[in-house]
């Protein structure tokens, strides 16, 4: 069964550039969205925004002039950069997949990694 | 952009059934999907299409979607089930997905 991990640095400092990779393991990346989910601490969830397998993107208006999500297709990985972090960005990012339009549940996601803006 | 509204606490006595609400503009012509989320964990995926389970769910979760509000349903109520739920639809004119704010469920 296809499983997801995050990693990255926990610790980002203030206006510097958040990096989280998602490693996808167990399946291909084909055919397939991969998104990115935060969580601030005591909050609910925030979709981020997805890449297609082809490498389409759609971003969350809120923080589509921050966010860049790309797709290694042969390491089965794709990323999210966040730029000119603020404490506003601590939180738990989470990758996950889905099947697009109607078919968009997330199934199965990673464990979530923390990551703190630190000033 | 599409608003989903979910009340932020539900309390039900143990063995009773628990409903949580999803609200938002004709959502009964979306798909709904619902998560559930125990502290310090990853989200779950407990109900997709409306009112389908994936494997592994046990029957007890249940879900329906009409009009302008979405429900899942969880019977006989233990203190395994408390946790945090969220409902989630695709929104077609943005292609964004969007999630509920989130219900607490506690067992009484």
């Known amino acids: 069964q296809v499983q997801l991990q995050e990693s990255g640095p926990g610790l980002v400092k203030s206006s510097e550039t958040l990096s989280v990779t998602c490693t996808v393991s167990g399946g291909s990346i084909r055919d397939y969205y991969w998104n990115w989910i935060r969580q601030s601490p005591g909050k609910g969830l925030e979709w981020i925004g997805y890449i297609y397998y082809s490498g389409s993107t759609t971003y969350n208006s809120s923080l589509k002039s921050r966010v860049t999500i790309s797709v290694d297709r042969s390491k089965n990985q794709f990323s999210l950069k966040l730029k000119s972090v603020t404490a506003a960005d601590t939180a738990v990012y989470y990758c996950?997949?889905?099947?697009?339009?109607?078919?968009?549940?997330?199934?199965?996601w990673g464990q979530g990694t923390l990551v703190t803006v630190s000033s | 952009s599409y608003v989903l509204t979910q009340p932020p606490s539900v309390s039900v006595a143990p063995g009773k059934t628990a409903r949580i609400t999803c609200g938002g503009d004709n959502i009964g012509s979306k798909a709904v999907h619902w998560y559930q989320q125990r502290p310090g964990q990853a989200p779950v995926l407990v109900i997709y299409?409306?009112?389908d389970r994936p494997s592994g769910i046990p029957e007890r979760f249940s879900g329906s979607n009409s009009g302008n509000t979405a429900t899942l349903s969880i019977s006989s109520v233990g203190a395994g089930d408390e946790a945090d739920y969220y409902c989630q639809v695709w929104d077609v004119s943005s292609d964004h997905r969007v999630f509920g704010g989130g219900t607490k469920l506690t067992v009484l």
């Open positions: 996950a997949r889905d099947g697009g339009s109607r078919a968009s549940w997330f199934d199965p």
């Open positions: 299409y409306d009112s």
